[in-house]
């Protein structure tokens, strides 16, 4: 973990906390590189030493921070912070040895360096063996032995870009920029409307430049995809200023260095300004890229996004994100835990849009990447949910007096979508025909007729979480064969029959585990003939493996108008190709015309939960029973 805190792990612990509203064990230990039981003691340690201002509050291993006093907590944070001495921590020993490497004309030898830094010539050896570990991934190495002196090597350009990833803050934290220079900058970027957050990486860029170009460190040539910036609107604005400055310090920069300063610019984040975003011409290429991406979900998931109002942003997005990739502009993504286990579909997605981009132009999206197209589709999926949802009509049933059944509206209104018609009855003025006119029945007493719509019994105060994912389930009453308004989580187990489940033990193939269950379901008459078929076409065209440890494969199927699944499980892996298969889920789909893309939508997220889930994963793929499959995918939606 690259922290200003070095091995200061308490400091670093509540860094994380301030990023992200609620963090699990694992994803600490990850993060901090210790196990999960140091995380824990870390934990009780900090909460000691956080007294009353503050506390970390934990429930079933996800833990949040929670502030009492915010002066008395930045006082105590502020403490922790100071007290992690500079060079006694590996981190910024590296980090204060390369500053030293990259400026060097001479080799430095490695005992003066440990003597200047006041350490051991054995922890110096140490620190700098990682040192060149994480150098080689930027094709930079330090060259020599130790003995002889030390001296690093590579392109000018990998070594800004080391310096612009790892250490920029360290190293150029406290760097000076002329008074005259700052004002150019903030004049260009004022008259042209740039956000702050863009100025602020350009001055990094511009920081780092001036001092290794006045230093003698030129970029030198570049690729020809950089010259072809030149041709930008944005790059007359950078010329313009960089010639300015260019008059203040009375030398000349190449247009390799006004290319370099140019990257912060044309890599920068999607304006949240829509003005200001649409005076920058769009690149042409990235509205034929958005149709591949959103025609390869299709073909990969069956799920057609609807292009809206959000459309023009997220063709910026992509312009924009093109160029980083290219260009080894990095923009880290803070969110990127929460974005994964919140909206596991939408980071889906954003893995076959890194595949479509990898395929087309040979570009590596980064996880950081991934995480922001993830957030654009999550944005869709909401979008085009709220374009499928009709008018929600509920009746409210209540049979003890007019206040309680305010007091039962009222608590309802903070549950349905403003957008929901909802009316109150008394139970003595119900009948069966007036409810079948209504999406969903909520009473608070036992009905006095017989009612074929979905029924919720409310208590006068209740639980509205609760409340709320019973409705959820209740909308797709008409679309699952057995629906179950109850507590559980997962919509699927209103799906499931038991004789359309299916316990391998690893000796078939995956393939063979397939045909197997799509012939259940062919004989049950749930999906048509030529189905099977329609599968290994689909598989032909590439793999329906989500995770590794799940496959979902899915086709079209003319036997009815209902949504058909079946779930295979093996406590000994499925092998398929460089995956081991544990759970099998298969979906038969009716036609595009009978159904929409919500019930689909929420089976994908149910599933895709599941992978991230590796002890839920594991309950399930051990069920040797219907009976203990459910018990296994029952979650309690309060969990």
Partial sequence: MKSLFGDNRNANMLQLFRKSSVISVGTLAAKLDVSERTVRNDIRQLNEELADCAEIMGEQGRYSLRIFNLERFRETFAKMMESDDFLNSPRNRMDYAFGKLMRTEEPLLTDELAYEMNVGRTTLVGDMKKLRGELAAYRLEIYGQTSKGMSLRGE????????????????????????????????????????????????????????????GHYIGGLSASYYNLTSRQEFMIVDQLMNEISKILQIEFPVEEKLFVLLPIVGMRTPADTENMQKIKLDEEVRELMNKILKAIQAEMDISIISGEFTDEFLYHLMFMMNRLRFGVRLANPMLDDLKTKYPLAYEMAGIAASVIGREYSLKVSEDERGYLASYFGVFLTENDLKRTKRFRAAVVCGTGRVTARLVEAQLKKVLDSSAEMTVFADENVSRQILEEFDIVLTTVKLPCECSRPVIRIHEIFNERELLHKIEKAKYWDKIEVPVVDNNWFMMTGLLEEDAFFVFDGSLSYEASVEQMAGRLKEQGRVDEGFAKRLREREEKGTMVFDHAIAIPHSIQYASDKLALAIGVSDRPIRSGEHDIRIIFLLGLPEKGDYDDGLLIRLYDEMISISQDMELLEKIAKADSFYALLKAMYRQVNE
């Fill in 156 to 215: 000018e350009k990998d070594i800004r870009k080391y310096v612009l990833e790892n250490n920029y803050q360290q190293i150029y934290g406290e760097y000076p920029l002329d008074k005259e220079i700052a004002d150019i900058i903030e004049r260009t970027f004022s008259s042209h409307s740039f956000e702050k957050s863009v100025q602020t990486r350009f001055r990094q860029y511009i920081t780092l430049m001036l001092d290794r170009f006045l230093t």
